[in-house]
């Protein structure tokens, strides 16, 4: 008998072995026990039985034993244990995809229907003790080496228990859900990268703990096809750390494999999509309509597949970085010897749906909220607007109505959005067949026949979520061992207790089978929780040297096709903040010096994907054409100061054309997938809404925010040149952007200013450092309509702390006069941006007096949001953001405790048993991820809840006030042009501004002046602007600026070799004409004691050109004689005067001098031959620009005839399809006319018949 078993064995394992002999099997029949020495499988065949994918192919598959056991008499509860003892496996890549052998499949039976024996091979155990793996490619080899694998069935909470309490059937669809859980005990993962550019790469090694898998497969019964799976990866704590050479290695490894695995997934994919197309076409037939559902059906819906999914849920994950000496170290020295940057991870979910129909919602993507954040929208917005732009490429003939009867069609189903929202109109309208003796259109087939394609969209999407993370500040060889303070990290204040701090959602669109179709193009969200960034110089410095030397491997290591890949993408970040924190200058005495600057905003967004057209908001087209209107109107002439030969003009051709659309792609009219990826993604637009900055830490304010900006929106268009390496940035700021500062403010930012100007020099060596740092440069432009600019200063009234007589204080600033208090009517667009929207609506100001603190007194650390000063509200509007939020995406989580099996035995026993050990929740997987999580996040739930009850913090005012009595000054400058410009070793600053206009004010309390700095924006109105400015003459601006940077060589030390940052020369060049100033005279000395610095700096090279200054100086000071006349105010009158200091410090006062300086200098003019000569050049080139502008404005008529052109396209599109949709309902309504026409003779014929039957 044991002789006919083994025949009987070896006649089975003989199609899946090589040479298998029956002395290689040892059997014990009635104990249910075996064993099988020395196995060779065949990997050819193995290679398609195994479904692997198209990339890899098995080359060696070997067993050195295998033992197994089965319970006859218990096969129904107790699985078949299978034992392996050491597994020997060799991969290798397939450089194109591997073709699938169709016959392989003819060696397995063919599967009927799921029986007795399809349950016990289901329930079948394995314990490998160890598998080694051996993989080859030409770009790389690898080993992993993994060590106690088991694979066992699980009950759905994950516990080990009876067989049939393993698998649930469904009563209604003919299903059945397989629970399985793989795991190891550890795993060695080992890499090695050839070739010449990895010759001296290290090799990459990585160990992975304990980690589980758990999988649920779901099968048909009727004839045991697989129809779905969700795999669920758990791996422990990962630690790991890498240098700047091995995380290359790494790129290097993945690069290899990006071609093979895309070509093959993408052909797999689409294979498989084929079939899950019909799939739920035949579940959905089967599906009972029944109301009623019994326990069994309830417990399979719990735990049903919808779609195919794989997640990973990483609880923590910690990253070293370190790196390596050349070009990834910095020459920093504090840096020289390396330094190490750690990255942690906190609760971190990648999930993948590579199957998902892009008309489906996704409510049953595992915590997953699809009105969390704007991408929703913004993906309904693409999809719908891909959809029409489809539809008017493919079919834009005008529908005529036709008497044609058509035979009634099935209406198949119109794309939405993947998003569960309703399509566009037309699309609906068309998408509808009409019904016998309709009207139908000659359009109606071929847009039935796109929308029928449409309809079989489907998506590849991955989604990757980070509950925290943090970016420590860069740690060296120092021996000093302090804590690790954080670089980058989460606002958890800010956070509610189930919202994650990093949302990222990459999606490709496809079509089931070999299609050819239009696609829409793929697109990438991301949207990042607040996140505090402590800026830190080392760290900067580290991060500038690291990256940028991985990035050229990686960019190197990709191909080029892969590089320039057309991609839509949209960034935002939900109220960053970066702190400027004060250094050991700090001292605690001086009340009114901060300890942090923190630069805030409310929602800053970087995309390159166009606003609609008809949006009234930045982003659009419109958008960046007034920037580079206002960019023009307002820049100084050419050949005038502050301008040089030698500038860059900061608007690049690639802004007009975009502003014009001129720039789009031609994909030509053949049928492809990138048919619509016409717009060009190589303009990107980066807006902050608003930004603002406070002051943090002084104890004059009781450790409460103070403004320095206050909320001014920026809009900010970038272009690129040979990848990074030349950049095109032009900006504008909207409304008034106001300033204050006093003088412990003054010195905090004069130190921090320091900081930056070494990280901008040590930035900049590193840049040198680079190969193609020759050919690097940035040009930024920058317009603001008006900047005040507040200086407060000691009151020069004393006494004045006991008046409170508000109405009776002179208001601080020229831009007041006019300001109507209590009035909305006239607030600002970044006013009304930052009090609404993300931010709550600002509540009444409630006042409590602030109680002085000891200077020993240790300040309480910064409130998370309470940090964003002058708003401290944003707090409270978070949260009831979050609270508004989370009330919109409350999902039914009604509990059930319904339980299933597959199997038709013992069923009372299953569904019992089920039952009673089932939880709410469906996956013990994912429950117990984010249990972890929530009760980490307690603590600080309860302290959000706390904080947010706190009552009226409008400002800073209503937290504290102060009782003392300043004066103020006011700077005002109108039109500002701002440009900076960075090539090579050369760096140029030129700023012009069209007025300066002073004010000040003597005697205003504090807190008086901060309410009303907050309301500056709203009284401000932005004049109109006549764009016929744009191409007339401008005027020469009073206020000219120039500052220039020139690097010279570096010093050499001993072996001559350069070291240190390279010395530099700067030259501070202004001119200021035709102003008129008016100052007190104790706020002309207060302004010198204001300016007064705490250290000694080496004076920076200034020459300054006066021309047609008036001042006018008001002795407000009180007289030392009661018998002195009053005083008389003095007025100076610089008709022309030359001031100059050089690096010595000396200053010279004289009048202007022939010098050989550029145009731009402000210098007196050539002598006459020289003028003359100038002179007839002045002429010649105003002709010329006569000329020119002649040609601009008739480029400007064409410009704006075309821009008529297109809104008249765009609405007669919109009218087209408004009466394409008209159409067809009035073909509908004429249907349903025939029909009740129809329907009245017949009842008609039906009476008179039994009129004439009754007589």
């Known amino acids: ?157 994950g516990r080990k228990g009876d067989l049939r309490l393993t698998r649930i059937k469904s009563p209604d669809t003919g299903q059945l859900l397989i629970f399985k859980e793989l795991e190891w005990q550890s795993a060695r993962i080992e890499a090695k990268a050839h070739g010449v550019a990895a010759a001296n790469l290290p090799p990459l090694r990585l160990l992975l703990g304990n980690t589980h898998c758990r999988i649920v497969i779901k099968k048909r019964l009727s004839d045991c096809a697989v129809l779905g799976s969700r795999l669920v990866l758990r791996p422990e704590p990962l630690a790991w750390a890498l ?81 390596d000496p050349g070009l990834g170290r910095s020459e920093m020295p504090s840096l020289a010897n390396g330094g190490a940057l750690q990255v942690t991870l906190v609760s971190m979910q990648a999930d993948l749906f590579p199957y998902h129909k892009a008309s489906n919602d996704r409510r049953h993507w595992r915590g997953y909220r699809e009105a969390a954040t704007p991408h929703s929208q913004w993906l309904s917005q693409a999809l719908s607007t891909f959809c029409t732009t489809l539809l008017d490429s493919l079919d834009p003939r005008p529908l005529t109505p036709s008497n044609k009867t058509s035979q009634p069609e099935r209406q198949e189903e119109a794309l939405s959005n993947g998003l569960n929202h309703k399509p566009a109109a037309a699309p609906q309208a068309s998408s509808t067949a009409p019904s016998t003796n309709s009207t139908t259109s000659q359009a109606s087939p071929t847009r039935t026949r796109i929308l029928q394609q449409l309809g079989k969209l489907m998506t590849t999407c991955l989604v990757l979520r980070i509950d925290d993370f943090t970016v420590y500040k860069v740690s060296t060889g120092s021996k000093s061992r302090e804590a690790l303070k954080p670089f980058m990290s989460a606002e958890k204040a800010t956070l509610p207790g189930d919202a994650g701090l990093l949302h990222a959602e990459l999606t490709f669109f496809y079509y089931p089978g070999d299609v050819c179709f239009p696609v829409p193009a793929p697109k990438l969200y991301v949207q990042l929780s607040p996140v505090r960034v402590s800026l830190d110089v080392a760290s900067a410095v580290w991060l500038a040297a690291f990256l940028p030397h991985v990035a050229q491997a990686a960019a190197a290591a990709t191909p080029q096709a892969a590089a320039a890949s ?41 995309t390159n994907v166009r606003e609609p057209t008809r949006a009234n908001t930045a982003g659009t087209r419109a958008d960046l054409a007034s920037i580079i209107s206002a960019l023009r109107r307002t820049a100084p002439p ?184 209590g009035s909305e009517s006239t607030m600002a667009p970044s006013m009304q941006d930052r009090d609404s929207g993300v931010l709550a609506t600002q509540a009444s100001i409630e006042v409590c007096t602030a109680q002085p603190l000891p200077a020993e007194e240790i300040p309480p650390p910064s409130p998370g949001i309470g940090g964003f000063g002058g708003f401290s509200s944003m707090r409270r509007g978070f949260n009831s953001l979050v609270t508004s939020i989370d009330s919109a995406l409350t999902r039914d989580d009604a509990r059930s405790d319904a339980a299933s099996t597959a199997s038709s035995d013992s069923e009372r026993y299953v569904v019992v048993g089920l039952a009673a050990e089932s939880p709410d929740d469906a996956d013990v997987a994912f429950r117990e991820f984010e249990h972890g999580r929530v009760s980490s996040g307690v603590e600080v739930a309860a302290e959000v809840v706390e904080r947010s009850s706190s009552p009226s913090d409008h400002s800073v005012t209503s937290s504290c006030r102060r009782r003392d009595v300043i004066s103020t000054v006011t700077w005002r400058l109108n039109n500002i042009h701002l440009v900076q410009q960075s090539v090579n070793c050369k760096s140029a600053l030129r700023l012009t501004a069209d007025d300066m206009i002073t004010d000040e004010c003597s005697a ?241 014929e039906q009476i008179s018949g039994g009129c004439r039957g009754k007589r």
């Open 243 to 323: 240098t700047d050479g091995q995380l290359r290695a790494a790129l290097a490894c993945a690069a290899a494999l990006a071609d093979p695995v895309r070509r093959a997934t993408q052909q797999a994919t689409r294979a498989k999509a084929a079939h899950k197309i019909e799939e739920p076409r035949e579940q959905i037939t089967t599906r009972s309509s029944t109301g009623e559902r019994d326990i069994l059906a309830r417990m399979f819906a719990k735990h049903d597949v919808r779609e195919t999914s794989y997640h990973l849920l990483a609880p923590r994950i910690d990253l070293h970085l370190c790196d």
């Open 638 to 821: 050419r050949g005038e100061f502050p301008c040089s030969p030698d500038d860059i003009d900061p608007i690049h051709e690639q802004f007009i054309l975009h502003a014009d659309n001129l720039d789009d792609i031609d994909r030509g009219t053949t049928i492809t997938p990138e048919l619509l990826w016409r717009e060009n993604r190589a303009i990107w637009c980066a807006r902050v809404e608003p930004l603002w900055a406070d002051f943090c830490g002084a104890r004059a304010t009781n450790y409460k925010p103070a403004p320095l900006l206050d909320a001014t929106p920026l809009t900010a268009w970038l272009c690129f040149e040979d990848g990074l390496s030349r950049i095109w940035v032009v900006g504008r700021t909207c409304g008034l952007a106001g300033l204050q500062l006093n003088h412990y403010q003054m010195l905090f930012l004069l130190r921090q200013l320091e900081r930056l100007a070494d990280l901008a020099a040590w930035l900049s060596h590193q840049a040198a450092r680079l190969p193609d740092a020759d050919d690097g440069s940035i040009v930024i432009g920058l317009v603001v309509p008006a900047v005040e600019m507040t200086l407060v200063l000691p009151s020069s009234c004393p006494g004045q702390e006991s008046s409170r007589d508000l109405d009776s204080v002179p208001l601080d600033s020229s831009s007041l006069n006019d300001l109507k208090l």
């Open 566 to 606: 057309y991609l839509d993408v949209r960034m935002e970040a939900i109220m960053p903040k970066i702190v400027l924190e004060a250094g050991s200058e700090h001292i605690s005495q001086q009340r009114d010096r901060p300890k942090e600057l923190h630069i805030c905003t409310a929602r800053a967004t970087l």
């Open 1004 to 1244: 205003i309390p504090w807190d008086e002046f901060q309410n009303k700095f907050s309301m500056r924006a709203r009284a401000y109105t932005e004049p109109p602007v006549d764009e016929s400015d744009e191409l007339g003459p401008r005027d020469t601006p009073r206020v000219a600026l120039r500052l220039v940077r020139t690097e010279l060589e570096r010093m050499l030390d001993e072996k001559g070799v350069p070291v240190g940052l390279a010395p530099y020369e700067e030259l501070l060049e202004a001119r200021l004409r035709e102003l008129s100033i008016a100052l007190n005279m104790s706020t002309a000395l207060a302004l010198s004691e204001f300016i007064e610095d705490e250290v000694i700096v080496p004076p920076m090279p200034l020459e300054v050109l006066i021309e047609s200054v008036k001042l006018h100086l008001v002795e407000d000071r009180p007289t030392r004689s009661i018998s002195s006349p009053p005083p008389q105010p003095l007025d100076v009158d610089l008709t022309t005067l030359r001031l100059t200091r050089d690096t010595a410090g000396v200053v010279c006062l004289g009048p202007p001098i022939s010098t050989p300086s550029t145009v731009g200098s402000p210098a007196t003019p050539q002598p006459q031959p020289e003028l003359e000569e100038a002179m007839e050049k002045i002429d010649r080139l105003n002709k010329e620009n006569e000329e020119l502008r002649k040609r601009l404005q008739t480029a400007a008529r064409i410009a704006e005839d075309n821009r008529e052109l297109r809104a008249k396209v765009e609405e007669a599109s919109v009218l087209r399809q408004c009466v394409h949709a008209a159409q067809q309902e009035a073909a509908s309504l004429l249907a349903d006319k025939q029909e009740l026409l129809e329907a009245v003779r017949i009842l008609q």
């Open 1 to 157: 008998m044991v002789t006919i078993i083994k025949n009987q064995l070896l006649k089975h394992l003989s199609r899946f072995t090589k040479n298998l002999s029956p002395e290689q099997i040892s059997l014990s029949a009635l104990r249910g026990a075996g064993e099988l020495q020395d196995l060779t499988l065949d990997e050819d065949l193995l290679t398609d039985l195994l479904e692997l994918p198209g990339w890899v192919r098995l080359t060696s598959a070997k067993c050195n034993r295998a033992s197994f056991r089965i319970q006859w008499t218990k096969l129904k509860t107790v699985p078949i244990m299978l034992n392996l003892d050491e597994v020997h496996i060799a991969l290798e890549v397939c450089m194109e995809p591997r073709v699938v052998n169709p016959g392989a499949g003819g060696s397995m039976p063919i599967p009927g229907k799921y029986s007795y024996i399809h349950k016990v091979i289901d329930g079948i155990s394995v314990a490998v003790n160890q598998v080694q793996i051996e993989f080859k490619c030409d770009a790389f080899t690898s080993s992993v080496q993994i060590s106690r694998v088991t694979v066992e069935s699980r009950t759905p909470e």
